[in-house]
């Protein structure tokens, strides 16, 4: 059916990439996305060390199942560059975090009759989809939108409180 949003959230600084992996992990879980038996994928987890410094690639498909027709998927790629292990001081503790240079991307797509039941019948595959369920179409996708840019926006707040 095609992507319903996507953006790419870069930032370069100190925060613990551990929290946020959980962080947004968990917002997956929480939201239905999680279930590493069913609908959670890590695709990818590449890690190359350099020096004293690591870069990590990881790519997440995130599924869920909106009936037996309408299929939410949540792609997340992240590209870290430069991590290293350091310690800060904050109110005279020494906490263990990460230095790195983070670039995110991620996009979201509905996929319609996910169980193929039309792939051989086209022509009524899309009177099915243009007549009979357009609205809820179209409401699933303006409800996977704003859920994905409610996930980018958690991952902003995020990187922005560890700045602050």
């Given at each position: 059916?095609?992507?319903?949003?996507?953006t790419a959230i870069?930032?370069?600084?100190?925060?613990?990439?551990?929290?946020?992996?959980?962080?947004?992990?968990?917002w997956l879980t929480w939201?239905?996305?999680?279930?590493?038996?069913?609908?959670?994928?890590?695709?990818?987890?590449?890690?190359?060390?350099?020096?004293?410094?690591?870069?990590i690639e990881i790519k997440w498909c995130a599924e869920k199942f909106m009936g037996p027709y309408l299929l939410h998927t949540i792609n997340i790629t992240f590209n870290i560059l430069g991590m290293k292990d350091i310690e800060v001081e904050i109110d005279g503790k020494k906490i263990g975090t990460n230095k790195l240079d983070l670039s995110l991307k991620m996009d979201a797509k509905v996929t319609t009759d996910r169980q193929g039941k039309f792939k051989k019948r086209k022509f009524i595959k899309k009177l099915y989809e243009d007549?009979?369920?357009?609205?809820?179409?179209?409401?699933?996708?303006?409800?996977?939108?704003?859920?994905?840019?409610?996930?980018?926006?958690?991952?902003?707040?995020?990187?922005?409180?560890?700045?602050?």
């Open positions: 059916m095609g992507k319903v949003m996507s870069k930032d370069k600084g100190i925060f613990d990439m551990g929290e946020l992996y959980s962080l947004i992990k968990e939201e239905g996305y999680g279930d590493e038996k069913k609908t959670f994928q890590e695709e990818v987890y590449v890690e190359r060390i350099k020096g004293d410094s690591k870069q007549y009979i369920i357009n609205e809820r179409i179209s409401a699933s996708k303006s409800m996977l939108s704003a859920k994905a840019y409610t996930l980018a926006d958690e991952i902003k707040e995020y990187l922005e409180l560890r700045r602050a």
